[in-house]
């Protein structure tokens, strides 16, 4: 009953992931989270604590109010749109307020309310009286730098005595200099510059370190030894705070390094499900037939709004001009472009002005489009060894609880390889013993 077209071969693009391709997609990743942000992403896991001291009582605060800020910066926050704390601000805070300074190492996804939180404690800490630097924050890429720059000039809005400058390449500054500005924000190895070589900046002077995204740091080629030869400069009662999206062992062990005798908050990713959602599977035997079949399927997915993934780059520009030749209007987002470009594809897919999505794997990985209920496979998940992705299926048609929308699957299956995979998706999935996972076949093709 299998369809025994050969396997399906295709050319070229965005196959091969080197480190380098890897680090870029991350930073591209969460840059692009950031810019198709308008708010806090919900989450209603509990938020772990491991306190350094675990006998000192934990404080969490309701309000903004309770933090007793500077009236100006408590300005900012209101004038950001800000009425209380995030889940992960609740702890952050105080913890980042508290005299004396405490470290601290969190993890959250992002669009949880990170930057916000340390942005406001930089600025509560430093004296604008002091023309010196006193706050350090290097960010993995210009791009991300400049994101959380503008975070602290709309936070510190209220508060213009605070100067912030950017410590990036090109940003070249005159010989001998000595930076007056409070806040210095940038780049691992220019910001390491400025404190060593070029002196533009005295370590000893620094009250706080901030390390944001560190798992994106650590997928930069030198980056991390950057980070730490920055923090071994500092003095021993800086208060150092690193923050980061995901906790795999290798984060963990750079946060060691970068943060000693850390308090430690975590809140977990909100769980994936995919029990509302209904799933199916389309056998063909070749590309053009599984093109047919989307082309009859496409009355009925633009009711909704859809997502169409593919393997390649190749493959998606292929797709999107053979659905644009027949009269639909899809978009196409695809790793070519500039992250700017990615993002304006992305904010009009928000906004409803294309129904259809067409992109690779690679490049939606990792974004969140929540109003999405018609995902197709046009090619199965793999990995760069050609084994299922259960984790990319997950992500791309799992709900989150809290969402609990009903959706549509649909998965082109066009070989006996993408049975296969399709097959051991399937058994994946089943083997979780409260998910309910069926893939039926079909009956539109
Ligand atoms: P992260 O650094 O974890 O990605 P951000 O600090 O960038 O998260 O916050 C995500 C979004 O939520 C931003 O648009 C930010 O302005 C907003 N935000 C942050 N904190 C709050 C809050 N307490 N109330 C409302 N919105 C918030």
Known sequence: QLSSAAANTEGGGDNKTTDEDDSEDKAAQSLLNKLIRSNLVNNTNQVEVLQKDPNSPLYSVKSFEELRLKPQLLQGV?????????????????????????????????????????VLAMLSHVDPN?????????SPTYELAL??????????????????????????????????????IGTPGTMLDWCSKLRFIDPKKIKVFVLDEADVMIATQGHQDQSIRIQRMLPKNCQMLLFSATFEESVWNFAQRIVPDPNIIKLKREEETLDTIKQYYVLCNNKEEKFQALCNLYGAITIAQAMIFCHTRKTAGWLAGELSR???????????????????VIERFRD??????????VC??????????????FDMPVDK???????????????????????????????????NILNRIQEHFSECDDVVFVIDKSIIF
């Open 130 to 138: 002091n023309k010196f630097p006193q706050c350090l924050c290097v």
């Open 78 to 118: 209101y004038g950001m749109g800000f009425n209380r704390p995030s889940k992960i601000q609740e702890t952050a805070l105080p913890m980042m307020l508290a005299e004396p300074p405490q470290n601290l190492i969190a993890q959250s996804q992002s669009g949880t309310g990170k930057t916000a939180a340390f």
């Open 364 to 377: 939606a990985r990792g974004i969140d489009v929540e109003q999405v209920s018609v995902v197709i496979n």
């Open 352 to 361: 409803g002005k294309e129904k259809v999505l067409v992109t690779t794997n």
């Open 147 to 184: 994101q959380t720059g503008k975070v602290i000039e709309q936070m510190g809005k209220y508060y213009p005595e605070v100067k912030l400058v950017y410590a990036i390449r090109g940003n070249k500054l005159q010989r001998g200099l000595k930076l007056e500005e409070q806040i210095v």
């Open 385 to 419: 060894d050609g084994n299922p992705d259960n984790e990319t299926y997950l992500h791309r048609i799992g709900r989150t609880g809290r969402f609990g929308k009903r959706g549509l699957a649909i998965n082109m299956v066009d070989s006996k390889m993408s049975m």
């Open 326 to 344: 027949e009269g639909h209007q899809v978009a196409l987002l695809s790793g070519e472009m500039q992250v700017e470009q990615r993002a304006a």
